[in-house]
């Protein structure tokens, strides 16, 4: 049974004004039916990729989980962005996640005649 990962910030269809949002992926293991137990993540086969850039190295993971904040020097253009991951589980099973977020950074304008 593969493993599952989500992607869980920013969510799919967020529409964020930070052009250097948090990322979280959360992914974990469970056994196959009549298995007694699951054989665990392999979080050293984590890959993440934001629009199609491997970004993997701003992640820190852990058993569960791996986090990054998107560093200033790369601060994300407004428009639409994907992340997307994949991890395997110690019995070589991939599975993959990806969210489609939009970054608008412009204040929106009001014009009162």
Do not use: K, N
């Not at 850039?53 to 904040?69: K, P, Q």
């Not at 599975?95 to 009001?110: G, K, L, M, Q």
Request: glycine content about 6%; charged content about 25%; cysteine-free.
């Amino acid at each position: 049974m593969p493993p599952q990962i989500t992607v869980a910030e920013p969510a799919a269809g967020l529409s964020t004004h930070d052009s250097t949002p948090p990322l979280r992926v959360r992914y974990g293991d469970l056994p196959a039916p009549g298995e007694p137990a699951a054989s665990g993540i392999d979080a050293s086969t984590l890959r993440v990729w934001l629009d199609e850039v491997e970004r993997t190295s701003l992640f820190a993971a852990g058993s569960d989980e791996a986090v990054a904040e998107v560093p200033a020097v790369l601060a994300l253009p407004d428009g639409p962005h994907r992340l997307r991951a994949t991890v395997r589980d110690r019995a070589g099973h991939m599975s993959e996640a990806v969210a489609r977020f939009e970054v608008d950074t412009v204040a929106p304008t009001v014009s009162v005649e």
